[in-house]
Structure formats: structure tokens, C-alpha cells
């Protein structure tokens, strides 16, 4: 600020430091070990700038005043060098409080408070950027507190001269007593290799900051880029027992060096010069250069070694810079990135609203039932454009609506999806580039792959062409996807005892009966969209023992009809384990010599099909509630309760040609396939749980 900062400023500051780290950071239970660091280094720069406050406060109590005067609360000028010189914190300790505001995603808690900081990607930038800011405030005020205290109180009582010469007499005698020569003796430092000082010459020109020319450097900036380089340099370097432990990285050794050049060209600063021998500045590089003789020393007394020269001139022309960068800038998180529990499990690109402009889906999973989706827009030509939206999807609540398969509905597309939090009539469509895209999508949501899609089927229950019993449908089939959430790999079969097995379905003599699909053919090659899945899944449980994981058998593969009944939006959801099978002694051809476009499927003992249906066919309202995540898994509320259509013997459905019948019937029999080799897997799992359950082998 233009009159600089005074006691109060200072108090503000320090305040509102501890009021950052006690807030989001003393009550990070479980947080990232970075946030720790992160809230340790704001409550040193909040202590240190309580350190400045007693300084001013302590010598302020030594003042002789007037009976008429009062204490001063200003001390603008005195504070001015230091604050100059240490940077403005104020800004980063804004941009601290700045970077929890913008982070919502925080949890808090019922004061609003941030109750447990997370570590996100987009977070770890910012505060690595931060970190660094508060970490060189502290080292500049770290160094220049104890010259400040000497000034201060050295103008103060008016015994500048005097009181300068004994504190000089007895840190010289203390140095004496440590082995260490006497501040009054100069101490000759070896000459910088001629090589290597060349490169710090040439790179004093590159980039260098707004008032630099060649015979005057700018003292503020100068002092910066000395302290930033010195904190870099082998005052970070701790040696070990071993001799070959005695050579620092040669990345510190350069910077001590360099600390060392800057050093020496400051000293020959017009600005610097200007200050006056006795200024605070004056103190502030005697205290720096008192650093660098200590390194130095460390290298004189064996301590450490050298790395040689001719490895230091390897180093690149980066490595020899002297300036410094501006420092990047805070940004709010991107909604793009995953939060601390977020997985990121799909990303598409969408249609694209215009020429210049990318869209894009992003598809992060919290849960087995929640999701967030963040649609992003990028301009190709500028780069500084960019605009996100997140939706946050719980399939509890939100309706996974297929608009797709509406073809009457204006409001629909070919390749949309309805996302329908119907309870509060907020709908957002999801417009995508194809099918194969709405398939991804609406498999990452629900658990189940979606193999197969075929439009325009005809369909009747038993035959009949009664209302609700017939109708025009598209067809998706299923397979259902093994969620890496749901699988644990720490398990104790001590724990929960193998007491039952399922068994393979007995295989019957060919010509007896209807032949199930396993019976109708052996598996050779899968379909281009049917896989070979792996759903034998374990789950964590617990019990009176402890906890462990129980083996789930493979769910079976299933199709769903997206048809209208009775001026409805309906589902009808039919599974397909071991009791069903397509009997070709009801088709219409009945002899299979001739092709045909009718399969019949029927079920030998109570087959389960399910009959979902929503709002009435026109009505916005209506489709936003036909809600496909009803068959999700893992298992909806409402799945068990909807209704199961009674005396269901058998599915007749109608294809436009005998291609697609062939093609649907060698869908199913993929799917039936891969159903066997997952229920023979989970069988197998079984019996080598109950073998080292027993003991055995």
C-alpha cells in the first residue's frame, strides 16, 4: 500500500496468519503430509511477523518521552526497508485464504470452517506456488529481524556509533569462542573460477528486471535473487559419515557460488551506496554475507568438498540464471481435475458448438452410485478461454434417462442422454457424437456393459397382440462390468466359511427337448462387442469375527426392450440365466430349413421379467422420469419392488430380416457363453476357498 505498513498493519497480518492455520490446517485430521508442511510454514510466517511486532513494541518501551507524549503505533518509516526488502505477504497470506475460497470441495464443518483439507492436482500446484512464496518471506525475515532490532534501537537511544562498536565487540568475542574468525578481520574468500564467473556475466543480462542497467543494479531485486539462490545453495546440504558423502549436489554448490557473485556485484550498487554504511540494508548483507562465509568455511575446514570444476560447467545456461521469474499466479481449481476421492473413469469429446470451440465430458466417480460430470469448452485460438460446468450425479436420486430411444420427442436426439433430478425439475441433456459414445456413457453410470443395440423390433408376451402385451421396441443387451471398488484383496477365509457352491447347469443329451444356448453350440470366437468378463467379485464384509469378503456369484447377462405401453414410457428388463433358451419348435418356420425373422424365447421355470414404466409418452415431465439407472448396479432401491410381470412363458420377437434374427441369436449365444465360463470361474473360486479352508493344497 502507498503509506506502507505500521505496528497495526503488522498485528492485522500476524493475526490473520494464525487465523489461516488454526482454521484449515490444526484440524486436518488425514490430510495430505504437503498441507502439514504448507500449514507449518504460514504459522512461521505468522510467528515471525509477531517477532517484528515485538521488536517494534519491545523498543518502543525504551523511547524517553515527554510526560505529554504517547506511545507510537505508526512506525511506518522504520518498517519501510523491511517490509520492501521481505516481499509483500500481505498478498500471499491473501492468496492463502484466496485458495480455500476458491477450493469448495473442501469439507467443512458446521462453523463453515475447513475441517480437513484434501490434496487435489489442481491444490498441489497452487500451493507448491504459495509454499515457495511464504518460504522466501521467511527466509528474507529470518535474516534482517536482528539488523532491524540493532537500527531500531540504535535510533532510538541516538548511540548509533557507540552502541554499533560493542555489539560488533561482542559478537566478535563470541566468535572468538566458537573458533571462528572475528567479524572485524576480513575474511578473504577464494576467487569464483574465471569460467564460471564469465557465465554468471553473461546471464546478468538475461531477463533481467525493470531498472537494471550495467552499472546500477536494482537493490530490491538484486537482494531477492541473492537470497533465493543462497537458500538453494549447501546450506541444504547435510554430509554423511562417508567421505564420498562430503560433496554436495553440484546444483547447490553453483548457487553458493552465485549467492557469493550477486553478493560482491551488490556491493559495488550505486542504490546500495546511497543508503548510507549505518542503513538497515547495510546491516541486512552484512548479516547475508556472514551466511555465505559460513558455507565457505564449511569447504575450508574439510567438512564438505567441491564437486570439480570442469562437472559445474556442465551444467545447462538455466542453471546459470540469475533473475527471477514472476511468480505464477493463483488459479481457482479446475473442475476437470479429480477431486481426493474421485477416480476418472471416461472422457469424450462432444459435438463441437462451433469451428473454433472444443467440448469435452469428464466422468469422475466418487462412489458405485455417485458421479460428477464436468462438461469443459476450449477455444482452439485462444488459449486464455475457458469455460466449465459440473453436474453431480447420484443414481439414487438423478434419473439416467435414454433419450435416444424416443424417436416421437422433439426435445430428443439420436445421441442423447437425459441426466433428470426430477424431484426438483432440473434436467440437463447430454448431447453426444455417436452411439458407441452413448453406450460408454451409460455403462460408466449404470455397471453394465451394453453389447449389443438393435431399433425397431416388434415384440409380444405369449404371442398376444392385446394392449401392454405387444409393441414396437429398440433392444440393448447387457453384460454386467466388474467395478474395481468392489473388488478387495484382503481377505481371511478363516473368517467366513465356504457352506455352499453353485453348480454348472447339466448338459442334456443332443435331441432331447429344447436345447439351451450352451447346448446349442460350443464357444468358438465372440462377437466384436460381446467380451469375455470376469464378474466373480469379492466384498468386504463384517461380522462378529472380524472383517473379510464373502465371493458373489456372476450376475447374469440380461436385455432391456425401450418400448411405450399404454401411452407410456416403459422398460421391460429380462435376464438370462440357465432357464432360458430359444425354442425354435414355436417360430413360425418351425422346420429351420428356411431362414426366418422370429425368435422365441422362453423361460422353463419362472422367468424373471421386469416391467419398469414412467410418465405418460409427449410429456416432458413424464420422460424425465423414465430412469434406466433402476437396473444400475449395484442394486436400486427401487429394483426389488418394481413389478415382475406373472405367467410369462415365452418373448416372441420380430425382426425387419432374417440377418438381424441371425445376428441377435448369435448375441445371446456370446452372452451365454460368456455366462458359463463366469459361473465355471466362481465355482472354481469357491473350491479354493473350501480347499484352504481345509487345509488343503
Keep these: 500500500m502507498s503509506l506502507g505498513f505500521s505496528l497495526s498493519d503488522i498485528k492485522l ?35 515471525t511477523l509477531q517477532r517484528l511486532a515485538q521488536i517494534i513494541q519491545d523498543a518502543d518501551k525504551q523511547k524517553l518521552r515527554k510526560p505529554w507524549q504517547t506511545p507510537n503505533d505508526d512506525y511506518r518509516g522504520a518498517l519501510q526497508p523491511v517490509t520492501e526488502a521481505a516481499g509483500d505477504f500481505r498478498t500471499t497470506l491473501n492468496d492463502c485464504q ?12 458446521a462453523s463453515n470452517f475447513v475441517d480437513n483439507v484434501q490434496w487435489t492436482v489442481g ?49 566478535d568475542i563470541l566468535l572468538a569462542q566458537n573458533g571462528l574468525p572475528s567479524s572485524t578481520q576480513e575474511v578473504l574468500l577464494p576467487p569464483i573460477p574465471h569460467e564460471i564467473a564469465t557465465r554468471f556475466a553473461r546471464a546478468l543480462s538475461v531477463s533481467p528486471p525493470p531498472g537494471y542497467t550495467e552499472s546500477s543494479l536494482p537493490l530490491q531485486e538484486t537482494a531477492d535473487a541473492l537470497i533465493y539462490h543462497f537458500s538453494r545453495s549447501t546450506v541444504e546440504y547435510n554430509p554423511g559419515l562417508d567421505l564420498n558423502q562430503r560433496v554436495p ?73 540469475l533473475w527471477l521469474s514472476q511468480p505464477a499466479s493463483i488459479e481457482p481449481a479446475r473442475l476437470s481435475e479429480p477431486g481426493p476421492t474421485e477416480e476418472k473413469i471416461l472422457e469424450l469429446d462432444l459435438p463441437d458448438s462451433s469451428n473454433t470451440r472444443q467440448s469435452s465430458l469428464t466422468v469422475f466417480k466418487r462412489s458405485a452410485i455417485e458421479f460428477r460430470l464436468v462438461t469443459t469448452v476450449v477455444d482452439k485460438h485462444n488459449k486464455d478461454f ?35 433430478n426430477h424431484h426438483v425439475n432440473d434436467l440437463n441433456w447430454q448431447l453426444l457424437r455417436s452411439s458407441d459414445d452413448i453406450s460408454l456413457f451409460q455403462e460408466v453410470l449404470l455397471g453394465y456393459r451394453v453389447s449389443h443395440t438393435m431399433s425397431n423390433i416388434r415384440w409380444s408376451i405369449n404371442g398376444s397382440s392385446k394392449p401392454g402385451q405387444s409393441g414396437h421396441a429398440q433392444m440393448q443387451t447387457w453384460q454386467f462390468m466388474t467395478s474395481k471398488e468392489s473388488t478387495s484383496k484382503e481377505w481371511d477365509p478363516s473368517l467366513y466359511p465356504v457352506t455352499s457352491a453353485a453348480t454348472m447347469p447339466p448338459a442334456q443329451p443332443p435331441g432331447h427337448g429344447p436345447s439351451t444356448f450352451a447346448n446349442q453350440r460350443r464357444m468358438t470366437a465372440l462377437s466384436g462387442t460381446t467380451i469375455l468378463s470376469a464378474p466373480t467379485m469379492t466384498t468386504r464384509v463384517s461380522g462378529s469375527r472380524g472383517v473379510g469378503t464373502v465371493l458373489l456369484p456372476p450376475n447374469p447377462p440380461v436385455f432391456v426392450l ?43 421355470k419362472g422367468w424373471k421379467v421386469r416391467k419398469y414404466s414412467a410418465g405418460e409418452v409427449g410429456d416432458q415431465q413424464g420422460l424425465a422420469t423414465w430412469d434406466l439407472a433402476v437396473f444400475r448396479h449395484p442394486e436400486h432401491p427401487k429394483f426389488k419392488t ?36 463366469d459361473l465355471r470361474a466362481y465355482n472354481e473360486a469357491l473350491d479354493k476357498r473350501r480347499n484352504r479352508d481345509r487345509g488343503v493344497g
Excluded at 143 to 160: A, D, N, S, T, Y
Excluded at 576 to 583: G, T
Design 642 to 677: 418394481m413389478e415382475v410381470l406373472s405367467k410369462v412363458k415365452y418373448l416372441r420377437l420380430s425382426f425387419a430380416s432374417p440377418a438381424l434374427n441371425e445376428e441377435f441369436q448369435k448375441e445371446l449365444k456370446d452372452l451365454e457363453g460368456v455366462r458359463i465360463q
Design 562 to 604: 425401450l418400448t411405450m405401453l399404454e401411452g407410456k414410457y416403459t422398460f421391460l428388463h429380462f435376464e438370462l440365466d440357465d432357464n432360458v433358451m430359444i425354442d425354435r419348435k414355436q417360430c413360425d418356420c418351425r422346420s429351420g430349413k428356411k431362414p426366418c425373422a422370429i425368435t422365441i424365447i422362453t423361460g422353463t
Design 98 to 109: 484466496t485458495l480455500l475460497d476458491n477450493n469448495r470441495r473442501f469439507r467443512r464443518n
Design 123 to 171: 491444490v498441489e500446484r497452487d500451493v507448491n506456488i504459495l509454499r515457495d512464496r511464504v518460504r522466501f518471506h521467511l527466509i528474507k525475515l529470518g535474516i534482517m529481524l536482528k539488523p532491524f532490532e540493532i537500527i531500531l534501537l540504535l535510533e532510538i537511544r541516538g548511540e548509533l556509533r557507540h552502541v554499533r562498536g560493542v555489539v560488533t565487540e561482542i559478537r
Design 386 to 420: 475457458l469455460h466449465e460446468k459440473e453436474i453431480v450425479v447420484n443414481t439414487n436420486a438423478s434419473a439416467i434417462v435414454p433419450a435416444y430411444g424416443v424417436s416421437s420427442d422433439r426435445s430428443a436426439n439420436p445421441n442423447s442422454m437425459l441426466i433428470s
Design 13 to 47: 497480518l500476524y493475526e490473520f496468519g494464525y487465523f489461516i492455520y488454526d482454521k484449515a490446517f490444526s484440524k486436518a485430521q488425514g490430510a495430505h503430509i504437503r498441507y502439514f508442511d504448507f500449514g507449518r510454514d504460514i504459522q512461521a510466517l505468522a510467528e
Design 249 to 321: 549436489k553440484v546444483p547447490q554448490y553453483l548457487n553458493l557460488l552465485k549467492s557469493r557473485w550477486i553478493f560482491e556485484k551488490l556491493e559495488c550498487s550505486s542504490e546500495l551506496r546511497a543508503k548510507g554504511s549505518y542503513s538497515f540494508w547495510a546491516g541486512y548483507l552484512a548479516e547475508i554475507r556472514s551466511e555465505i562465509v559460513e558455507q565457505y568455511q564449511r569447504f575450508a575446514n574439510g567438512a564438505l568438498e567441491a564437486p570439480p570444476e570442469e562437472v559445474v560447467l556442465l551444467l545447462s545456461d538455466s542453471c546459470f540464471s
